[in-house]
């Protein structure tokens, strides 16, 4: 957003020379989709209008307006500051168990959706997870390669007939992926691969975040994946 659309918001809001609770809640709105250097330009805008609209009667009320938006300002790089330093972001490396004991932990965590996307899935620790999660009344949808899904060994049906939709790429070609997003806000994915070579035998890893532009990304791609692939 250029320096001109800014200050064309902010001309809006400065008519009475004050910022009232429904300008505050727009601008609110816009303030929280500026990146930092956006924000910084918000900011200097704000006090140029200032001092092109200052008089010797309206001095007051101008400043009351510019402190009202610096105080907007500052209250969303504050949350954004919150966000980041409480912001979820764990390495997870195999041969051990610690990874599929982790993958776990986030299955029996989750509520209300659970969205797994992988390449091949034949631990049937984990699968008895995912099981459980469907007991809940969690709502599940898997993803999977059409060929691996027939592999000895593969929960696949198991899960299917437990009441997790299934859905294959139906294809010559493999859907690799290896992700899960649990309830649309924490994101699951690397090179492990859930079975129980992967956690036994395979250098592998994957990494566990919440970052809500990740989340979003890879919830996009399932979204597309599963609609691409059709019924089960």
Not at 80 to 85: I, K, L, Q, T
Not at 118 to 133: K, S
Not at 161 to 190: I, P, Y
Request: with cysteine.
């Amino acid at each position: 957003m250029d320096a001109r659309r800014l200050d064309e918001i902010l001309a809006a809001t400065l008519d009475d020379e004050r910022l009232s609770r429904g300008e505050r809640r727009a601008l609110g709105e816009v303030v929280a989709e500026l990146g930092a250097e956006q924000l910084a330009l918000l900011r200097s805008r704000a006090f140029a209008l200032a001092r092109e609209r200052l008089t010797d009667r309206n001095g007051s009320e101008l400043l009351a307006w510019c402190e009202s938006i610096t105080q907007l300002i500052g209250h969303h790089e504050s949350q954004r500051a919150a966000a980041a330093a409480s912001a979820r972001n764990e390495a997870w490396f195999s041969p051990g168990d610690a990874c599929p004991r982790r993958i776990i932990e986030l299955i029996d965590g989750t509520a209300r959706q659970l969205d797994i996307c992988v390449f091949t899935l034949t631990d049937d620790r984990i699968a008895e997870a995912v099981a459980r999660a469907v007991s809940r009344r969690v709502a599940v949808r898997l993803l999977t390669d059409d060929e691996k899904s027939l592999d000895l060994g593969s929960d696949v049906d198991r899960l299917a007939r437990a009441g997790v939709e299934v859905r294959t790429d139906r294809s010559e070609k493999h859907m690799h992926h290896k992700f899960a997003v649990f309830d649309a806000r924490v994101l699951l994915t690397g090179s492990y691969n859930w079975t129980r070579s992967a956690d036994r035998d395979n250098e592998e890893n994957f990494v566990v975040t919440d970052d809500p532009g990740l989340v979003r990304a890879f919830l996009t791609e399932f979204e597309k994946l599963w609609e691409g692939f059709g019924g089960a």
